[in-house]
């Protein structure tokens, strides 16, 4: 019996995001699994705009991002022989990844993460780690960008922790 079935992906269209897509399409064809790819359009992002500007016009730059970003999924997956299902929603990208997996019955939810540390995840969030501590789906971060990873010490020192595998063990 294979270990996954249904692999979630989001996906944001960076070249960089790429690298977990290519990772959860990979472990689709070693485990024989489909994936399920989404694109969330963060519309808290753009609550703010000014009146004049109109939602008909930036949701159509959004959405014609995420279907930029859903092909070039499609064609990683055919050239692997995976299935792919993909889909477009709206809202908070942390809470849409987790609700649309546990919807959706995935195994396992496969993501990017920008890998940052200390002071800047502290200030700015991050979707992964959201996910991570708020899913009742499993979830394979994927380091992406960051060209200089913190090594293993430096990322305890500045989490926190005694060492790389308490982030491992935390949940929610």
Known sequence: MPLYDRISVPTDGSSEGELA????LDLAAVHGA???AIYVV?????AGMPMETTWEGVGDLLYDDAEAALSTVRELAADRGVDV???VVEGTPSREIITDAEDA???LVVMGTHGRGGIDRLLL???AEKVVRGSS???LTVRIGDGDA???AESAAASGTDGPASDATETG
């Not at 897509?21 to 959860?24: D, E, K, L, P, R």
């Not at 963060?42 to 753009?46: C, E, L, S």
């Open 21 to 24: 897509v290519c990772h959860a």
């Open 34 to 36: 489909s994936v399920r």
């Open 42 to 46: 963060d519309t808290a992002r753009y």
């Open 85 to 87: 299902e993909t889909a």
């Open 105 to 107: 019955g995935c195994d």
């Open 125 to 127: 969030g991050s979707v």
């Open 137 to 139: 789906v499993p979830v």
């Open 150 to 152: 913190p090594s293993a």
